[in-house]
């Protein structure tokens, strides 16, 4: 079946970076971009920005530039989201997300990862 | 950037009524407009995509629908494994958005 397995908690001191993995199954990887998407304790949805596995094109929020990467390793269908210089604000549970479309963006996400607490704190 | 405003922001309603929230976008987005569940603690699911279709697998007693930029989602006769929470999302242009999202709690 189609899954999205992604790497377990982080806890991170603020100004450090932080790098959470997304390993694709089921389906052709590089047919449909990922998504990532986080959730602030008790708060709502935010888009991060997404990643067409196939040619490695990112595209990113703007509240982001400058700290957030996206990367992909065709070769173990898995996609990165580092994000650096942590403040206490970035402390949420992050998503990847599979977009519907096949070989362009967007058209909403059906397949969602189990999420990974990321926590930022001294 | 394209706002989604969710209304109401919370909810309560009873086991058997008909329930409708409602996103209004700040400018106009065509049919580009996807709804989700969220429950506790779990990532959100997908029940209707490009405004008004049914993703599969999700009960008919959902649906959408949209009006220039003011979209619904309808849940027809609630159920008890229907409260959560509920966002609309639009993936018309970046940045993508989401509505703020609407908590339906149980009466």
């Known amino acids: 079946q189609v899954q999205l397995v992604q790497s377990g908690a982080e806890v991170e001191k603020p100004g450090a970076s932080v790098k959470v993995s997304c390993k694709a199954s089921?389906?052709?990887?590089?047919?449909?971009?990922l998504h990532w998407v986080r959730q602030a304790p008790g708060q709502g949805l935010e888009w991060m920005g997404r990643i067409d596995p196939s040619g490695g094109g990112t595209t990113y929020a703007q509240k982001f530039q400058g700290r957030l990467t996206m990367t992909r390793d065709t070769s173990t269908s898995t996609v990165h989201m580092e994000l650096s210089s942590l403040r206490s604000e970035d402390t949420a549970r992050y998503y990847c997300?599979?977009?519907?479309?096949?070989?362009?963006?967007?058209?909403?996400?059906?397949?969602w990862g189990q999420g990974t607490t990321v926590t930022v704190s001294s | 950037d394209i706002q989604l405003t969710q209304s109401p922001s919370f909810l309560s309603a009873s086991v058997g009524d008909r329930v409708t929230i409602t996103c209004r976008a700040s400018?106009?987005?065509?049919?580009?407009l996807a709804w989700y569940q969220q429950k506790p603690g779990k990532a959100p699911k997908l029940l209707i995509n490009v405004a008004s279709s049914l993703q599969s697998g999700v009960p008919p007693r959902f649906s959408g629908s949209a009006s220039g930029t003011e979209f619904t989602l309808t849940i027809s006769s609630m159920q008890p494994e229907d409260f959560a929470a509920y966002f609309c999302q639009q993936f018309h242009s970046f940045p993508i958005t989401f509505g703020q999202g609407t908590r339906l709690e149980i009466k």
């Open positions: 400018q106009g987005i065509s049919n580009h």
């Open positions: 997300a599979r977009d519907v479309f096949i070989g362009t963006c967007c058209k909403g996400v059906d397949v």
């Open positions: 089921g389906y052709t990887f590089t047919n449909n971009h």
